[in-house]
């Protein structure tokens, strides 16, 4: 059905390696099987930056390291996995990463964790986002989640891990499936995880208490790690944090083989007798001119990508509507949330669409080809013709770009984050402590973006007027319940957050609400009919695959 996605913010958050470096005091050394690391130290934090936590040469399954002899340096940030180029509509404000090196040989940690410890830490794995397109483990600077967690007594080590992304994380078609290296990206956080499982005790962390979160593509990910399937992955983590990226429906794996046949015939391997071969043989530069040529989360087929996650009975065992549906899904406590505006990001290159009978056309055939004109008919009803119902919601006639701007923008947001988001929250809340929140901080200064995709960011990861949120989340990471902390820390959360499942004064499931006046608890009940739509109509298709 649909694809994904998205941005990594890193111009608001990361320092580059030579300022992370700069204040290099003194040096920690830890040996490991395959090699002996050194790291840094600075004020409170110790670090261990571009640590190998595996090899994988093209198109191929990751596998354990290289042995190294001698004291390594892990002082800096390691190169990132190759980038699919993108370019971001004008006047949105958000650009691509560029980085100081790209490598194929991108398998690369960092670990941030307090200089002074005693104790084995809870950890905090996590993935990044950037539409399974761009992105790297240095886009999110989790420093300042480190200090405070020192700051008020609960404290954590934090693990980033690269990942392989675009076709080269994410190739499908049957010679994908023959050769069993479906899902690359996916295969790379789980190696990683399972690094986190052998060797984070050296460095102070507790393989027993991992809580895996992610923004994104790196929620999305997150969330389809923690669905049963024959790679268990579930088993590696005990929390999930999931920040604007639920387990969405999927295409299975043979759906991808016109964008693997586009490749080989865009890369000169047509003749050859064993196209992936050729494909791995490929000049880098010629293979990434090829993958720049794809659609990508800016092009007018926006969010239905050609590079992306798959159903592949392996990784993905079903589709995940399916397997939430059958209760296939990890028993752990989980934090779910997303931004008011999910979609208007994403709504940029569809500006030309102008008409209803060009929103229709445009959503049958990018997203929803196999439903019926009477469902049709219903959608249209359901995300109507009428920019007051629109997104950025709330927000009156304002910001509407063109006459179907803000219906795109509200249709692409439900469809992606929130309808999934809540499907995931109505079963798991049944089966486990599950908790919600919507950000709608930037509604009266965003403009057409309004509460955007990933704008929740600052709550969770910065110390700024309030510390509610990464108070919350140092919580859950130390306790698995955001709102009970460890019994030596000083924070000073305010906010009682209940269960999902828990009434609120307006309906009957709740989430913590972060907006430009406050915060407060309101109920998870907007625009149910459209969202229960568009969930029945993925079960129905799921069903039928």
Sequence with gaps: MISLLFLPLSILFRPDSAAATAGLTSATIVPLPYGTFRGFTTGNLTQFLGLPFGQAPRFESPREPAVMHGVQNATSFGPACPQQKITTPPGIGVVANTYPAVSEECLTLDIFRPTVTNAKLPVFVWIYGGGFEVGNSRDYDLTPVVE????????????????????????????????GISNLGLRDQKFALEWVQKHISAF?????????????????????????????????????????????????????QTDYDGLVTATNCTASSDTL???????????????????????????????????????????????????????IPILAGMCDDEGTLFSFSTLNVTTDAEFLEYVHSNYLSLTSKDQMAQLSRLFPDDPTQGSPFDTGTANQLTPEFKRLAAFQGDLIIASPRRFLLEHASSTQNVWGWLNKVGKATNGPIGAAHASDTPIWFTTGE??????????????????????????????????????????????????DTGINITADNFRSNAMDFLNNLRVEEAGSS
């Design 277 to 331: 071969a050729c494909l791995r043989r490929v000049p880098f530069d010629s293979l990434m001119a090829a993958v720049n040529n794809t659609a990508n989360m800016f092009s007018y087929s926006s969010l239905n990508l050609a590079w992306a996650p798959r159903i592949d009975g392996d990784v993905i065992e079903y589709d995940p509507f399916v397997s939430i549906s059958r209760g296939l899904y990890g028993k």
């Design 204 to 256: 102070g962390g507790d393989p027993n208490r991992v809580v895996l979160g992610g923004v994104s593509a790196g929620s999305i990910s997150a969330a389809f790690l923690t669905l049963d399937n024959k790679q268990h992955s579930n088993t590696l983590f005990h929390g999930a944090f999931l920040q604007s990226g639920p387990a969405i429906p999927v295409h299975p794996l043979a759906d991808g």
């Design 148 to 179: 405070r967690s020192i700051e008020i007594g609960e404290p954590i080590l934090v693990v980033t891990a690269n990942y392989r992304v675009n076709a080269l994380g994410f190739l499908a078609g049957k010679e994908v499936a023959a050769a």
């Design 466 to 515: 309030t510390t509610v949120g990464i108070d919350a989340l140092l919580n859950f990471i130390n306790t698995l319940d955001p709102n009970c902390p460890t019994k030596y820390s000083t924070g000073n959360t305010s906010i009682s957050w209940p269960k999902w499942n828990s009434p609120s004064s307006s309906g009957s499931s709740s989430l913590l609400t972060f907006s």
